[in-house]
């Protein structure tokens, strides 16, 4: 048994300790109540009573249960003393299995590194006596392409909201998303930024579906943005017509098999759009990380998410890097909406080193 698990039992047992001396609490609180009860009904009686006889009787009964009184109470007090100690424990405990817990995680990790480096030694072994000796040419290594990010933008409906007026009355108003303020800011942060050369952004505004396929054939993006409506596991697009313009909903199901009916498939997905995170694993087989948003995304959060997180990818930073510094800027805006943007990767992809923007020498 590790130490993790002697300490979970310790917590358990303290548990059920805790567990047991709050139910000795209630015993002894009722039986203090029923004494006080049974004393105050003694006491009352014996006011009430012309014989002496009745009147010492029910005095001594009161008085005996004032004894029962006083000594549950005591009884009490010694109990919450055990539960405060109990607590104090249980929080020193809990600390030292968190402790305890990382240093475990981190030796195992270590160890698996370890095997890992193992395993691969063998291999390379192996692969080294069992191969011939030939000679060869050494084909130098493809320099770095420029980053190539699709996006889409799609506004087709206004959103309805309501508010209370200052004489009460309830005001609708209409609004459109600033889809398009977005993109102009996003272009004018990658002209300022150190890499600004290489990265190409293919904008599709009033995108369609078809948009995004003609995108993924002609453009081969390494990123796919899309801003505008979404929610229910689905995107809000447009059906490309100027004279009965309407909106098309694209299921998460139908997204994954277009981006995956491609032979040159994105590394990324950025939903910035309201209430797109839920669901967002099962766009994983297609694209290897997915950007998106936990609930509802105001437009002015939306713009400086954006912003900031092109901005620190145009600057060689790691994905997770870049995420972060989006997030960091919508705080300091006092941006609750901060706290929206997450992602979800396939296994073994780390955000962290993920860095799509490489510097060609």
Not at 19 to 43: C, F, G, P, T, V
Not at 83 to 92: C, G, M, P, V, Y
Not at 205 to 212: E, G, K, R, S
Request: aromatic share 4%.
């Amino acid at each position: 048994m590790g130490r993790s698990d002697s300490l979970r039992n310790e917590l358990a047992r303290l548990q059920k300790t805790e567990a047991d001396l709050r139910k000795d609490i209630a015993r002894a609180e009722s039986d203090a109540a029923s004494a006080r009860a049974s004393a105050s009904k003694k006491r009352s009686e014996a006011l009430k009573t012309k014989s002496e006889s009745s009147l010492r009787s029910n005095i001594r009964s009161a008085e005996a249960e004032d004894k029962k009184l006083i000594a549950a109470e005591r009884k009490i007090g010694d109990l919450k003393t055990k539960l405060a100690a109990n607590a104090k424990a249980q929080s020193t405990k809990t600390k030292s299995l968190g402790d305890v817990e990382k240093q475990e995680n981190h030796a195992a990790e270590q160890e698996s590194k370890r095997q890992r480096r193992e395993e691969i030694r063998h291999a390379e072994h192996i692969a080294r006596v069992s191969r011939p000796t030939v000679r060869y040419v050494v084909i130098p290594a493809a320099k770095p392409e420029k980053l190539r990010v699709l996006y889409l933008t799609s506004n087709p409906e206004a959103i309805e909201r309501e508010f209370e007026g200052i004489d009460g009355s309830i005001i609708r108003e209409s609004y459109w998303l600033r889809t398009e303020a977005e993109v102009r800011q996003v272009k004018v942060a990658l002209r300022s930024s150190k890499y600004r050369d290489l990265i190409d952004l293919e904008h599709k505004p009033a995108a369609t579906f078809q948009d995004l396929i003609d995108g993924i054939n002609d453009f081969r993006p390494h990123i796919i943005h899309f801003s505008g409506h979404g929610g229910g596991q689905s995107l809000i697009l447009e059906n490309g017509s100027a004279t009965q313009p309407e909106i098309v909903s694209i299921s998460f199901t139908l997204l994954v098999e277009a981006l995956g009916a491609t032979d040159t498939a994105p590394t990324m997905l950025v939903l910035n759009a309201c209430d797109t995170l839920e669901g967002a694993e099962i766009i994983l087989p297609a694209v290897p990380v997915v950007i998106a948003m936990a609930d509802s995304i105001g437009d002015a959060a939306a713009i400086i998410f954006a912003t900031r997180f092109y901005a620190a990818i145009a600057s060689a930073q790691s994905v997770g890097a870049s995420l972060k510094q989006a997030k960091v800027m919508m705080k300091s805006a006092f941006l609750e909406d901060a706290k929206l943007p997450e992602y979800v990767t396939r296994a073994g992809v780390d955000v962290d080193n993920l860095v799509l923007v490489k510097n060609v020498v």
